[in-house]
Structures are given as C-alpha cells and as structure tokens.
C-alpha cells in the first residue's frame, strides 16, 4: 500500500485514542481488525483505500471466515473497517462506505455457562494459604457479587472503592459508560482482608488488585490465578472469569425476576443482550411481559 494510505490508518487510530478516548483493549482490536484488512490489501495489490469495493470486503470476510474466524470476530472486524471508513468518508478520503452493507455469517446462540449456588460457594468458601490467595479470593467475590467484566475488575483504583457506602464505581465500561454498583457482605469482608495485605511498589500505584511485584494486575493473570484456583481446590469444570458474571446475572434474576435491573447492574446497552446473558427460557420471559406490559393483560368482566 501506499504510504499515504498506511498513514490515513494511523491518523484514524490516533483520534480514536486521543479525541474519542477508547480504551487500551478497544484500541488493541481496532488495530488488530484493521491489520488483517491490510494483508489483505497487500496481498490483492490495492494501493489506496478508495479503490475498495463491496465485493472486495465480502471477499476478505469470506477468507477470514474459511480461516476459522467465528461469527461474532467477523462482526467486530465488519465493525472496526465500518468504523475506518466513516472515518475516511469524513475526512472526504473516499465516497462510499464498502463495508456499510456487508454482513457476516449468523452464528447459533449459545446459552453461557454457569456455576449454580453450590458451586459457587465450593469455589469462594474455600479456605486460604497465602496473601495471593486472600487477594485471589477479594477478586473472586467482587466478581460474582457485583457482576463486573474482567477489564472492569483490573481497571479498579482504590479511588473507585467505598466500603463504607458498599458500592464501587466502573469509571469506564463497555462503550466507555461509568455504573455504580453495589458490593455484597461477603465480597466487603474479602476486599477488607485483601487491603489490609495490599503492598503496593510505589506510593503512586493506585491498583486494587496487584501483582507480586505490586503493579497493577493484568487480566491474563486473574484468568491464571483462577483457573489454578480451580485446580488446587479440585473443581472439574474449567471456569473463568466471565463465567462468575454470568452466574451473578443468572442467579440475581432468578431471585428478583427484574430484567431492567439486572440490565442496568450488567451495564448493557440492550436489554436483548441481557435475556441472552442471562439464559431466560420463555416461561419466565412471558411472565415478566405480562407483568410489565401495560395492555398485556386481559381485563376480566
């Protein structure tokens, strides 16, 4: 590709990181969407960005889909070229949007997987031998009680914290948007525990959760640390952390049969997305529209 071209990609990832603020981990898949479209280009001897056609996005989605790639990772990248493009539609670099009608392959639902209560409290109520492990467990429980993503649970400042108040702040969730959530007794008491032990490398570190180096945790760490959690105390099922969000949402509707709450506790855009979440068979669906739906219900005379 030309030069110009390959600097129209950079200047599209700079503003999403300087003007838009996407998170690190947005910022990632961005660039690495993007760098399958440039193989791509290189590899069929396009030279600007403008000569991309519609057929040619359908084709480098195809090629991507005979590689392996599932449906929801088409639709990210479909996602991040849609987003480039406006990008350079925007900026009067092309005319038409190539990938605007593209679509990938539908892929089945599938229901997510969860831990009932009694495997929950196998995994939180075990007993622990170190300080990694009463931080292990702090992180354990903060995530099934208060339903937070992975990225949302390494991002955590002691600022966002108030244990007084049993609450804690998502500065920046899915699609950059802050929640504030509730925090168990259980989860309180484990946090407790945990920042007591807190060493941290630095006075300026402000992490919740740190490494054995007192940085900040990354989340390929926390996935470690739990699925050797598991091993340890003899749990067969591989679980991980996404798993234990799952179970939050399932379990807190089971119990309170609120969609809207969960969705709001979830941090979902949709509340579509929360019925998936959640595993919602039809029964209780029906029950909470008759319910909540004002001309649902059939007046008796």
């Given at each position: 590709m030309q030069p110009i071209a390959k600097q129209q990609l950079a200047n599209f990832l700079t503003q999403l990181e300087f003007e838009q603020r996407v998170s690190i981990h947005t910022l990632k898949s961005y660039q690495r969407d993007l760098a399958h479209?440039?193989?791509?280009?290189?590899?069929?001897?396009f030279e600007q960005w403008e000569q991309l056609q519609t057929r040619d996005i359908r084709q480098h989605i195809a090629m991507r889909h005979r590689r392996g790639l599932g449906s929801k990772s088409l639709q990210r990248e479909l996602?991040?070229?849609?987003?480039?493009?406006?990008?350079?539609?925007?900026?009067?670099?092309?005319?038409i949007n190539p990938a605007q009608y593209v679509?990938?392959?539908?892929?089945?639902?599938?229901?997510?997987?969860?831990?009932?209560?009694?495997?929950?409290?196998?995994?939180?109520?075990?007993?622990?031998d170190s300080v990694l492990d009463v931080r292990d467990v702090a992180m354990f429980e903060l995530f099934y009680s208060s339903g937070l993503r992975l990225s949302e649970l390494v991002q955590l400042n002691?600022?966002?914290?108030?244990?007084?108040?049993?609450?804690?702040?998502?500065?920046?969730g899915k699609g950059g948007k802050a929640r504030i959530l509730p925090i168990g007794s259980k989860a309180i008491e484990a946090l407790q525990n945990w920042l007591t032990r807190r060493q941290a490398r630095s006075p300026q570190e402000v992490a919740v959760f740190l490494s054995v180096r007192g940085e900040r945790l990354c989340q390929r760490s926390v996935e470690y640390r739990l699925a050797q959690w598991c091993t340890k105390k003899g749990i067969q099922s591989h679980v991980h952390p996404?798993?234990?969000?799952?179970?939050?949402?399932?379990?807190?509707?089971?119990s309170s049969q609120d969609l809207r709450a969960?969705?709001?506790l979830l941090g979902?855009?949709?509340?579509?997305t929360t019925q998936i979440y959640t595993?919602?068979?039809?029964?209780?669906?029906?029950?909470?529209?008759?319910?909540?739906?004002?001309?649902?219900?059939?007046?008796?005379?």
């Amino acid at each position: 590709m030309q030069p110009i071209a390959k600097q129209q990609l950079a200047n599209f990832l700079t503003q999403l990181e300087f003007e838009q603020r996407v998170s690190i981990h947005t910022l990632k898949s961005y660039q690495r969407d993007l760098a399958h479209l440039v193989a791509f280009c290189l590899l069929n001897k396009f030279e600007q960005w403008e000569q991309l056609q519609t057929r040619d996005i359908r084709q480098h989605i195809a090629m991507r889909h005979r590689r392996g790639l599932g449906s929801k990772s088409l639709q990210r990248e479909l996602s991040a070229i849609r987003c480039f493009y406006r990008y350079l539609f925007n900026e009067a670099i092309v005319s038409i949007n190539p990938a605007q009608y593209v679509k990938a392959p539908k892929q089945a639902r599938t229901l997510p997987k969860t831990l009932d209560v009694d495997e929950i409290g196998g995994l939180l109520d075990a007993g622990v031998d170190s300080v990694l492990d009463v931080r292990d467990v702090a992180m354990f429980e903060l995530f099934y009680s208060s339903g937070l993503r992975l990225s949302e649970l390494v991002q955590l400042n002691l600022a966002d914290i108030d244990l007084r108040g049993k609450s804690l702040r998502v500065q920046a969730g899915k699609g950059g948007k802050a929640r504030i959530l509730p925090i168990g007794s259980k989860a309180i008491e484990a946090l407790q525990n945990w920042l007591t032990r807190r060493q941290a490398r630095s006075p300026q570190e402000v992490a919740v959760f740190l490494s054995v180096r007192g940085e900040r945790l990354c989340q390929r760490s926390v996935e470690y640390r739990l699925a050797q959690w598991c091993t340890k105390k003899g749990i067969q099922s591989h679980v991980h952390p996404h798993m234990l969000r799952h179970s939050f949402a399932s379990h807190l509707l089971q119990s309170s049969q609120d969609l809207r709450a969960v969705q709001e506790l979830l941090g979902h855009s949709s509340i579509s997305t929360t019925q998936i979440y959640t595993h919602l068979d039809f029964e209780h669906l029906a029950k909470v529209y008759d319910n909540a739906h004002p001309r649902a219900k059939k007046k008796l005379f």
